[in-house]
């Protein structure tokens, strides 16, 4: 198995639903195929960088996942029939990778997301700015 990264945007219409839907069928075909998936993240609704088919904003999902090179040209093959698809890129992260090297992915992306949200909690806490401060000494001088 291989080491793989999709990014897709969907249609920003189609509903929370819709967008289950064509998640599960991803990760259906990947996990069907023998393969797994690593980190699924949701990133939601984003303003597009130009518009596409007449659409300025998509509901962008990432996948990391593990898997064989065919399940790859399954996904591409489904999200260029599904319109509702708006554009998708994948990317090969690595060439070998075993169960084993499934589960060290995962928990380094689990650390990762911890780190990042102890130090997002420690800066929340530790930021004693306060705008009123700076009114009152301009208002001073």
Avoid at 28 to 44: E, H, K, Q, Y
Avoid at 69 to 85: A, K, L, P, S
Avoid at 95 to 106: F, G, L, N, R
């Amino acid at each position: 198995m291989r080491h793989y990264e999709t990014t897709y945007i969907l249609r920003p219409n189609l509903g929370e639903e819709q967008f289950t839907e064509i998640i599960d069928r991803t990760n259906a075909i990947i996990t069907n195929d023998g393969g797994g998936v690593i980190c699924l993240d949701r990133w939601g609704m984003k303003r597009l960088a130009y518009e596409i088919s007449k659409e300025v904003q998509g509901y962008y999902v990432y996948l990391n996942y593990a898997a064989p090179g065919n399940t790859v040209d399954e996904i591409e093959r489904i999200f260029r029939i599904d319109d509702r698809v708006l554009r998708y890129l994948t990317i090969k992260l690595g060439d070998s990778m075993d169960a084993e090297a499934i589960e060290a992915e995962k928990q380094r992306i689990a650390e990762k997301a911890a780190a990042r949200e102890k130090a997002q909690s420690e800066g929340d806490e530790g930021d004693d700015f306060d705008s009123d401060d700076i009114d009152t000494e301009s208002d001073q001088e």
